[in-house]
T-cell receptor, first 111, second 118 residues
Framework: GQQLNQSPQSMFIQEGEDVSMNCTSS?????WLWYKQEPGEGPVLLIA?????ELTSNGRLTAQFGITRKDSFLNISASIPSDVGIYFC???????????FGEGTQLTVNP | GAGVSQSPSNKVTEKGKDVELRCDPI?????LYWYRQSLGQGLEFLIY????????KSGLPSDRFSAERTGGSVSTLTIQRTQQEDSAVYLC????????????????FGEGSWLTVV
């Protein structure tokens, strides 16, 4: 099925470093969501974005809805070991009922 | 319940058998979604229910897959004559209503049903 282009596929960082990941789409989206998934769990919503240009923070996490409406990024500042997991972006096109997910970014944080 | 509940959490079945996966959405949520996640992959949309409207079945991979939602609440995803490529995590999610821009609606996931076809 259709998927977003999410990068990077994986990241290995040291505790305390900042992290950035992004998603791009060939379609215009009116909603961007960022999820985190830990082993054996379902995805948990981190940040929701609904307006082009919107910049939203949730603790050490910051995400932005690109002004072209075809991209979004997620930043994690001062990473800690519990940030480990798979981060997914998801977007919804202007028409239609489904969320399309990226393939995920596997984050590993070394203490 | 407090969250989306799925059962069984794990299912191992023989190739060719039928399986049923159950989802209890968050109480009051009218929209319900099924996604499939293969090992190391993103989430693949399967089907979407919104209230009494006809479901969006456009993501179902074959006619072996079907889903029902009875009484606007509990949903069952059925896979007939299972194949090994059906092995995946099947995730159910719900939202207060069809997710709309600017509305602040969010979609909440269950923990998934891990299906292994041997």
């Amino acid at each position: 099925g259709q998927q977003l282009n999410q990068s990077p596929q994986s990241m290995f960082i040291q505790e305390g470093e900042d992290v950035s990941m992004n998603c791009t789409s060939s379609s215009i989206f009116n909603t961007w969501l960022w999820y985190k998934q830990e082993p054996g769990e379902g995805p948990v919503l981190l940040i929701a974005l609904y307006k082009a240009g919107e910049l939203t923070s949730n603790g050490r996490l910051t995400a932005q809805f690109g002004i072209t409406r075809k991209d979004s990024f997620l930043n994690i500042s001062a990473s800690i070991p519990s940030d480990v997991g798979i981060y997914f972006c998801a977007g919804k096109e202007t028409s239609g009922s489904r969320l399309t997910f990226g393939e995920g970014t596997q984050l590993t944080v070394n203490p | 319940g407090a969250g989306v509940s799925q059962s069984p959490s794990n299912k191992v079945t023989e190739k060719g058998k039928d399986v049923e996966l159950r989802c209890d959405p968050i109480s009051g949520h009218t929209a319900l979604y099924w996604y499939r996640q293969s090992l190391g992959q993103g989430l693949e949309f399967l089907i979407y229910f919104q209230g009494n409207s006809a479901p969006d079945k456009s993501g179902l991979p074959s006619d072996r897959f079907s889903a029902e939602r009875t009484g606007g609440s509990v949903s069952t995803l059925t896979i007939q004559r299972t194949q090994q490529e059906d092995s995946a995590v099947y995730l159910c999610a719900s939202s207060l209503r069809y997710i709309e821009a600017y509305s602040g609606n969010t979609i909440y996931f269950g923990e998934g049903s891990w299906l292994t076809v041997v």
